[in-house]
């Protein structure tokens, strides 16, 4: 369970997040929406602690996250998977050695340059690297540079990589705002997957409602940094939508034209395992 609890952070006269408190079963997959500045990345950072909250306090399996300090937070971070929009890959080294950059913090004492990475890994890993890209559908790419490869190949690659942390949680910060339609797809459909089997926690900021409703069991809606609807996907009518936001659902979507909307064409996923999907409350 990962509980957050009155968590705020402010920027100088801004408060980017402003008292979310919020409570996450363990497997749950959580669409965080909201327009830009809403506060989304900054809730999804202070998470892994890349930023620190102001006040407020973060709870995983009833550890306090936010008094984590030197190992102990490097482990956290580990646990953490994050996607980032942009891949954040290393262009000219190949697929697999960027999978296997995801074991890193597992061996900090691997040092020299980034071309000679790959042999420092023991076959084990290698082997672990192989299966992650094969799952994704990308063993075929495994040796080309990652700048070969397509936005939605990338950032395939990029969730092979968080993989390999062996996170307990993953969070993704706008995972498909670069992308077309067809990549936005097969990216959700591998998040989705991998919460599904492996039973991860997915947070995951997004712009577009129907993604958030088609591949979430849980919608949270931020304003100005406030959790304005925190329920079920079918809770979130159009109405609930004029609510909060001031406008309808449309021009809430067209105000991230960046994002691809990606459920329309999408397959409906499939029933959630009983054990991994607790029950909701709108
Ligand atoms: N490092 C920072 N320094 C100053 N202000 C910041 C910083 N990071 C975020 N903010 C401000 O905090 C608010 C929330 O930003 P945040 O990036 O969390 O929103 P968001 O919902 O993720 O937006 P977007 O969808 O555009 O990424 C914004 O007003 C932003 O300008």
């Known amino acids: 369970m990962l509980q957050l609890e009155n968590l705020t952070r402010r920027f100088g006269a801004t408060t980017a997040v402003d008292g979310v408190g919020l409570a996450i079963p363990a497997g749950q997959m959580v ?3 909201g327009r830009s500045g809403a506060g989304k990345s900054t809730l999804l950072r202070m998470i892994n602690r890349l930023t620190d909250p102001s006040s407020g306090r973060i709870l995983h399996d009833g550890a306090d996250v936010t008094a984590l300090r030197g190992q102990a937070l490097r482990d956290w971070r580990t646990a953490c998977g994050m996607i980032f929009q942009q891949f954040n890959l290393v262009p000219r080294l190949d697929v697999l050695t960027n999978v296997l950059v995801g074991r890193l913090n597992h061996h900090p ?6 071309g000679t990475l790959f042999k420092r890994f023991p076959a084990a890993e290698r082997a672990m690297a192989l299966e992650a890209l094969e799952r994704l559908g990308l ?4 040796l080309q540079r990652a700048d070969t490869l397509s936005g939605g190949q990338q950032q395939r690659v990029a969730i092979a990589r968080a993989l390999l942390q062996q ?3 993953i969070l993704a910060d706008e995972p498909i705002a670069s992308l077309d339609p067809a990549n936005a797809r097969t990216v959700m459909e591998a998040l989705r997957d991998v919460n599904r089997r492996d039973g991860l926690t997915i947070l995951c900021n997004l712009h577009h409602l129907d993604t958030a ?3 979430c069991d849980r919608i949270v809606a931020m304003q100005a940094g406030r ?3 925190d329920g079920a996907p079918a809770a979130l009518t159009g109405a609930r939508v004029r609510e909060i936001y001031g406008v309808s659902e449309e021009e809430f979507d067209s105000m991230a034209a960046a994002e691809p909307s990606v459920a329309a064409e999408a397959p409906p996923p499939q029933p959630a395992r009983a054990a991994r999907q607790p029950a909701l409350t709108a």
Do not use: E, K, N, S
């Open 139 to 142: 063993a075929d790419q495994a």
């Open 109 to 114: 004492g691997f040092g020299g340059t980034l």
């Open 227 to 229: 959790v304005m609807f």
């Open 31 to 33: 669409g965080v929406i």
């Open 167 to 169: 996170p307990r949680i």
């Open 213 to 215: 409703r088609h591949y």
